[in-house]
């Protein structure tokens, strides 16, 4: 069965750098999305992504984040300049149309220190 | 401001008892209600809804929608320690997922 997948798994980093997190969202959906979790607390949106723009986005991303769909495959976070507060779990998720259900990936567990 | 609101916040059962979780919301521009469980990592989709009245059913799970009364409940019915979980309500709006808070849903043998 196809589904999302997400790397690292894990990734500690230092407040102040750059961390790239890393989806293959399945092969034939067309949106792909990015939330986040902080540990104990709701998943929370962070954006959506079709057509290789943003469609949407929270206030959480604000410009220290990004997104990109480098190839056919991939879809990436970005975040610019990393805070304690980032430290959370990031799913990524992907639909085939807009209004099916999302697929979730592993989910990236990203520690700032 | 849109919220998703669930209850109980964590239930413990023995196994074999039937549970009900509850999710209400306030969502404008409502295009449907999932359901979701979490274990320890991803949540993995379990129902989308978007009419009123009528249930999903998935073994010994089923759910149901209410538009009027903004809310839906997930059941399950004969629950086994294996459905131990978080589980989540969230709320299609355009684009992106509005979620609740979840349910801790704990079965004893």
């Known amino acids: 069965e196809p589904e999302v997948t997400q790397t690292p798994s894990h990734q500690v980093t230092q407040m102040g750098q750059e961390v790239i997190l890393r989806c293959v969202p399945i092969?034939?959906?067309?949106?792909f999305y990015w939330y986040r979790q902080i540990l104990g607390q709701k998943v929370e949106f962070l954006v959506s992504?079709?057509?290789?723009?943003?469609?949407?986005k929270s206030e959480i991303f604000d410009d220290q984040f990004s997104v990109e769909r480098p190839d056919g495959s991939n879809f990436t976070l970005k975040i610019r300049s990393t805070k304690l507060e980032d430290s959370a779990m990031y799913f990524c998720?992907?639909?085939?149309?807009?209004?099916?259900?999302?697929?979730f990936g592993p989910g990236t567990r990203l520690t700032v220190l | 401001e849109d919220k998703v609101v669930q209850s109980p916040l964590s239930l413990v059962v023995h196994e074999g008892d039937t549970v009900t979780l509850n999710c209400s919301y306030e969502?404008?521009?409502?295009?449907?209600l999932l359901w979701y469980k979490q274990e320890k990592k991803a949540p993995t989709f379990l129902f989308m809804l978007?009419?009123s009245g009528i249930e999903k059913k998935s073994g010994r799970l089923s759910s149901i929608l209410d538009k009027k009364e903004l809310f839906s409940i997930l059941n399950i019915t004969a629950t086994q320690t294996g459905d131990s979980a978080v589980y989540l309500c969230?709320?299609?709006?355009?684009?992106?997922?509005?979620w609740g808070a979840g349910t801790k849903l704990i079965i004893k043998p």
């Open positions: 992504f079709y057509n290789n723009e943003i469609s949407e």
């Open positions: 092969s034939n959906h067309l949106y």
């Open positions: 969502v404008t521009n409502f295009r449907s």
């Open positions: 978007t009419s």
């Open positions: 969230a709320v299609r709006s355009n684009y992106q997922l509005i």
């Open positions: 998720a992907s639909t085939v149309r807009l209004y099916n259900e999302q697929f």
